[in-house]
């Protein structure tokens, strides 16, 4: 297995046609598992078509760019644009329903653990950012690098199929982007504001640091997620966010980590980990293991991290728990970026098997 890379055209039209056509058995298999996921959650399939509606006219309102490559990729991927926007908001769509079905589902939900390091803990001197990205199972094989090239702007992400926003990236200003998952009770209960993945898409688009901050909190938010930021002349933060509130959390000694809990010291209520417990540790051990080698980390040490098989299955590195019936979470990708360098490593599966992809956008 590899990831997929797509060199996206210029408009937003164009380019939803080439990840539809380029992913489109991907992208079908992605609503499949979405779909299934949401009923196990207990909302019917004309209940999510309803929620994709409401934000689709959300998005036609406030993100026409947005709009234009989701209608792109529902053409050349032969689905609906009900379906592929429900991709675009699956958060906004099932993270409230998980927060009240949260107890029942600890076999069918995952997390992902993410990392900053200063320059000065590199070996290279370079600002880097890691994570590992989890999912249901059957993703695994259908996320996809792409690169976009905008008149003043340039940005490498990897995406899940269907998705115009990333999960992960990096840009040629310098700027990279990792997430994490986060839950609170509140999560879903508000009006509608800018979606995660629009979020994700207008941070790698900015060529300043205020800017992203700025898209991240300047409005409140529909789900709770972690933002953790970088930038190459060596600035980090990790921005936990709930529907109405903001923390930020700095490096220690260099190194900043999280995982899909709120860390202590702040006063949001966290959900997730009330599901997913592995959370508590992933975080600790992954900056434990970063700060052994403070000055000369480097990405084989990082990737040594993100394939840490402490409590398997429920490690860093995650695994299918043969031992629970049901659906099955996974590592779907591992990402580790250098900002200076501006060169993304990726790989297609967990990081403990499957090889490790460059992507080098000043290539
Ligand atoms: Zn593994």
């Keep these: 297995m590899s990831l997929k890379f797509i060199r996206f055209e210029r408009t937003p039209r164009e380019r939803g046609r080439q990840h539809g056509e380029i992913m489109r058995s991907e992208i079908a298999a992605n609503a499949d598992v979405y779909l299934a996921r949401f009923c196990d959650f207990g909302i019917d399939q004309v209940a999510i078509q309803a929620e994709a509606k409401r934000w689709l006219s959300f998005l036609e309102q406030t ?154 909190v300047r409005r409140d938010r529909n789900s709770s997620m972690n933002y953790l930021v970088g930038h190459s002349d060596g600035e980090i933060v990790s921005i936990e966010t709930s529907p109405n509130s903001t923390r930020y959390l700095f490096p220690d000694n260099g190194v900043v980590t999280h995982a899909n809990h709120f860390e202590p010291g702040g006063n949001i209520v966290s959900e997730f980990d009330r599901f997913v417990p592995s959370s508590v540790y992933r975080s600790h051990r992954l900056g434990r293991h970063l700060r052994s080698k403070l000055g000369s980390i480097d990405v084989d040490h990082v990737l040594a991290g993100l394939k840490d098989h402490f409590s398997y299955p429920a490690s860093i590195c995650l695994h299918p728990d043969k031992d629970t019936p049901g659906a099955q979470s996974s590592t779907i990708v591992a990402v580790v970026m250098d900002l200076k360098r501006l060169v993304l490593l990726a790989t297609d599966g967990p990081p403990c098997g499957a090889p490790v992809q460059t992507f080098d956008l000043a290539g």
């Design 63 to 216: 993100s026409e760019n947005y709009v234009e490559e989701v209608r792109g990729i529902s053409e050349a991927a032969n689905l609906s644009t009900d379906t592929v926007t429900m991709l675009n908001v699956r958060h906004e769509i099932g993270f409230p329903l998980m927060a009240r079905t949260a107890i029942d589902l600890s076999n069918i939900v995952d997390g992902c653990t993410s990392a900053g390091l200063m320059p000065e803990t590199t070996s290279q001197g370079t600002a880097m950012l890691a994570q590992t990205i989890d999912g249901p199972m059957p993703v695994c094989g259908t996320m996809f690098v792409g690169r976009i090239s905008e008149t003043n702007n340039s940005w490498l992400g990897v995406f899940e199929a269907g998705c115009v926003g990333p999960t992960a990236g990096l840009n040629e200003a310098g700027i990279g982007l990792v997430c994490n998952s986060l839950l609170t009770a509140i999560d879903g209960r508000g009006p509608m504001f800018p979606p995660f993945k629009v979020r994700t898409r207008a941070i790698l688009e900015s060529r300043r640091f205020d800017r992203v901050i700025q898209a991240i």
